[in-house]
């Protein structure tokens, strides 16, 4: 099959291998008007309220190379009404949402009505809106209330709204409603957001934003009616797809092949990557990189696998450096070796293992910029692999060289907020207050028997701070 | 006690050229020249307590124009420790800073930060707080931590207690005690040809004992001199007394460092006393509280009224956060600021790039005008912004101080 392209008013997805349109590894670019072009197979990165955690927006134009931005809208819904983001004053063609997280001109962004990944709410969906989670509690939002939002809002990409259950299975009942509501919703948003039939005064401006259609974490049968329908009446509006799981990537019908696959799931590091690119996957989120970040642990592999000098792997090499690990304290070699992001070339591991135990925020700005720099080379990597024509067995090698997990976490990360808590039982870091009561009780004991303490010399010696007297 | 105890010749790593000092208050410009750098005086020093500033880049503290900043002796020397300091080959290692750094001696934080310090003659008696055992650490520790940390500017350990104490004998004899620990640490410094050495003026606020401090200390000729014991919530009246009473008796060659001070006001007030370095961990502190420092005064931008505010932080404002996009700023908004301040770590990041740059600049713009013999009208602008050109709500102790270095500060 030759080399497809698809084409709507703002943007174009180009597939440059020719492959089967489905279950295999493809190049493609994603070219939105004005925007930074996409390479992929490549990585969406998320954001928490509008940022790419830890980095500053002034670290992230100059020493990043992250070029698209994942928006739930839910951290813009606030108590008022409307919320802020839909006050910034703006000309025609500019987004307010880009205007007001400061987003540089050129930079493409994702919305969706959830962050990724998504805290199960106890409210549940409904046929006309979705529970969501805000920085000011469970809110519902409206199916129209989010249109309205893509509309006004004009980010360049738009994933629609979907029926999904979070943090469990849903049943057979439910799966079915699943489905049903999130047929109605795409059904509804595409005529309203481009649809002829809507009398011309009440139609409102034709819309820039390219409108990703949901794939339900679903079997394909479950959805068929769904997706033959994706495939039929609805297709000429669909951008692109987006997907759940990987398993998603297996059932997406031929004729939709030429559209992009955007996949929100949550690979367990490189390995599960390298298998959803290999089915086929386009765009990739990567909630692990953030948790790595926030672990202290530094990402450390390349793809393809460097080739080991002696010829013969003998032990799988790790994924990553754990920075808490004492092992480092003196370290002070890069994060990896020959890396040219931003903490390499001016830190050294011994600086992150100083400022994790100090609890430094500083850690975690320039571990955020590590791992994505890694990814960027990671990604790059696997696309010159699939243009060589050498993916399978770069696969094969990497999956040699490398063990199969990500570092266990061992240390503390930051302070969590409630909207950024994971699903299940959770801590958000032990006590820290009162932990000097044992310290003055201990003063005390120490007072009563002697005048004053003599410093045990040795321990505190290698301290380096205080000792013989 | 006497100045002939003076055991060896001070070598100093630094020189201090004045470029012109104010034809009515005591204030100078000037500018130091370090090992890392030259840094432009007055000056306002960021404070990166433990090896960093509180989740900026180095590159990013670079941009706000900062040339020396603070690290703190007592934290370093837990974490990371002597041991890790000497592997890496010191603190501007340890961190990635190429510019200067000065450290204090950690006997602030000893007394600051626990309750459960003791003072005598050998040293400072404490608890470690992280395993509770029981620690002395003496001048001679704390001067061989610092030459482990290799910082530019090193303080001696002093004996510090609170100005408000009513204890005059206590007072008297940790005046006495800091030059004595003074001369412990001269004698116990190892590199007094890269690492310039500050003594401290102790005596609280009897301006006795602060003259017999500036006696004794000049005289042991160290290369920069600190006044110390202040911002312990003393009245601004007698900070200023002190501040003006000690640059009155010290060398004009030497550079002249108030520790721990702080607000604005009290720097520019400070400045035309004749001082010109100042510390404090406030304008950061603040600003992950979501505090942002604007020429009038300070505004929390966790404040519901900044939601829709789609204003720069401060209009005109030249840091990276302010500065508009087609200048090759950020654009940032108060809304937007709202929107992530205590809820996004790079919310505080930028509002510390904010604060910084602030503090900067308008040291920056004090010493231009003190170039330009213009700081009695400065220092008027900045108070008229402050209180909106309200001359009733101007502090009596900041009109009080000024007046007695020949400015009113109520004229037009």
Redesign the interface.
């Known amino acids: 099959m030759d080399p497809s392209q698809f084409q709507s008013d703002k943007m174009t997805f180009s597939v440059l291998t020719s492959s089967a349109p489905v279950m295999a590894p493809r190049l493609g670019k994603l070219a939105l008007a004005g925007r930074k072009t996409l390479s992929t197979p490549h990585y969406i990165p998320l954001t928490?309220?509008?940022?790419v955690?830890?980095?500053?927006?002034?670290?992230l134009r100059?020493?990043t190379s992250l070029n698209s931005l994942y928006i739930g809208l839910e951290d813009?819904i606030?108590k008022?009404n409307p919320s802020?983001v839909y006050?910034?004053?703006v000309t025609e063609d500019e987004s307010p949402l880009r205007k007001?997280?400061?987003a540089?001109d050129d930079m493409p962004i994702i919305l969706a009505p959830r962050r990724f990944p998504a805290i199960p709410c106890p409210p549940n969906n409904t046929d006309t809106s979705i529970a969501i989670l805000t920085?000011v509690g469970f809110r519902q939002l409206p199916a129209h209330q989010y249109l309205d939002s893509i509309r006004s809002l004009k980010p360049d990409i738009a994933i629609g709204l979907a029926d999904i259950v979070y943090g469990r299975e849903p049943g057979v009942k439910r799966r079915a409603k699943m489905v049903d509501r999130t047929h109605a919703f795409t059904q509804d948003a595409l005529e309203r957001l481009y649809g002829r039939s809507v009398p011309a005064d009440q139609k409102q401006k034709p819309t820039g934003t390219a409108y990703f259609a949901p794939v339900l974490p679903l079997d394909n049968a479950q959805q068929s009616i769904y997706l033959d329908d994706l495939q039929d009446e609805l297709k000429s509006h669909v951008s692109g797809l987006a997907l759940y799981e990987s398993a998603s990537l297996a059932q997406i019908p031929e004729s939709l092949g030429d559209l992009p696959r955007l996949l929100l799931s949550q690979p367990g590091g490189p390995h599960d990557l390298l298998r959803d690119v290999s089915l086929g996957g386009d765009l990739l989120t990567l909630p692990f990189v953030g948790e790595c970040s926030d672990a202290g642990i530094a990402l450390d592999f390349t793809f393809p696998a460097a080739s080991d000098v002696n010829g013969s792997v003998s032990q799988p090499k790790a994924l990553g450096i754990d920075l808490w690990s004492a092992d480092t304290?003196?370290d002070?070699s890069a994060l990896s070796e020959g890396c040219q992001c931003?903490a390499c070339r001016?830190?050294?591991r011994?600086?992150f293992?100083?400022?994790l135990?100090?609890k430094?925020?500083?850690a975690?700005?320039?571990l955020q910029m590590h791992n994505y720099h890694v990814m960027d080379v990671f990604f790059a990597g696997v696309r010159d692999s699939i243009q060589r024509g050498t993916f399978e067995e770069d696969v094969q090698s990497f999956s040699r060289m490398y063990v199969s997990e990500l570092p266990q976490r061992t240390g503390e990360g930051?302070r969590l907020?409630g909207y950024q808590l994971q699903a299940g039982p959770h801590k958000r870091g032990p006590r820290v207050y009162g932990?000097?009561d044992?310290?003055?009780q201990?003063?005390a004991e120490?007072q009563s028997s002697v005048a004053?303490?003599?410093?045990?010399a040795s321990?505190?010696e290698?301290?380096?701070?205080?000792?013989k007297? | 006690m006497s100045a002939d105890a003076q055991l060896k010749a001070m070598p100093s790593a630094l020189t201090l050229h004045h470029h012109a000092k104010c034809s009515t208050t005591k204030a100078r410009a000037s500018t130091l020249d370090l090992p890392h750098g030259s840094v432009p005086l007055p000056i306002f020093m960021p404070v990166a307590t433990q090896a960093s500033l509180k989740g900026l880049t180095y590159d990013q503290l670079r941009d706000t124009g900062c040339m020396l900043c603070l690290n703190n002796t007592y934290h370093l020397g837990l974490k990371p420790g002597q041991e890790v300091l000497d592997a890496v080959g010191g603190a501007h290692k340890l961190q990635g800073w190429d510019r200067n750094l000065l450290t204090d001696s950690g006997g602030f934080q000893m007394v600051s930060l626990l309750k459960l310090a003791t003072v005598t003659e050998e040293g400072v008696r404490f608890l470690s707080p992280h395993d509770g055992s029981p620690m002395l650490l003496t001048p001679e520790h704390s001067i061989s931590l610092q030459n482990s940390i290799g910082s530019d500017i090193i303080m001696q350990l002093d004996d510090v207690i609170a100005t408000t104490s009513p204890d005059h004998a206590r007072i008297k004899e940790a005046m006495e005690r800091s030059v004595r620990w003074l001369d412990r640490c001269i004698d116990a410094h190892k590199n007094p040809e890269t690492q310039n050495l500050f003594c401290i003026i102790q005596g609280g606020l009897d301006l006795e004992l602060r003259k017999q401090c500036c006696a004794e200390m000049v005289a042991r000729d160290t290369p920069g001199i600190a006044i110390g014991g202040l911002s312990g919530g003393e009245a601004k009246e007698e900070f200023c007394k002190v501040v003006d009473t000690c640059t009155g008796l010290l060398p004009e060659h030497k550079p002249r460092y108030v520790m721990g001070v702080g607000y604005p006001e009290d720097i520019v007030v400070a400045v035309a006393l004749g001082a010109d370095m100042f510390d404090c961990v406030w304008p950061t502190r603040t600003a992950r509280f979501g505090n942002a420092i604007v020429s009038a005064g300070t505004i929390n931008l966790r404040n519901s009224s900044y939601a829709n505010d789609f204003s720069p932080i401060e209009e005109g404002c030249t840091c990276t956060c302010c500065r508009p996009t087609d200048q090759g700023g950020l654009g940032l908004t108060k809304a937007y600021m709202h929107h992530v301040t205590a809820k996004e770590t790079v919310g505080a990041h930028l509002l510390t790039v904010h604060n910084v740059h602030y503090m900067l600049t308008l040291m920056g713009a004090a010493r231009q005008a003190i170039i330009e013999d213009r700081y009695p009208a400065f220092i008027r602008k900045f108070f008229s912004d402050i209180y909106q050109g309200d001359k009733t709500k101007y502090p009596e102790w900041a009109v009080g101080a000024l007046r007695g270095v020949g400015m009113d500060l109520l004229e037009d």
């Open positions: 928490s309220r509008g940022t955690p830890h980095i500053a927006h002034d670290m100059k020493e813009f606030t008022r802020p006050n910034i004053p007001f997280i400061c540089t920085s304290a003196k002070v931003y001016k830190h050294h011994a600086y293992n100083h400022l135990n100090a430094e925020m500083a975690w700005a320039l930051p907020r932990r000097l044992d310290v003055s201990k003063f120490s004053t303490p003599d410093t045990d321990g505190l290698h301290h380096g701070f205080a000792a007297v």
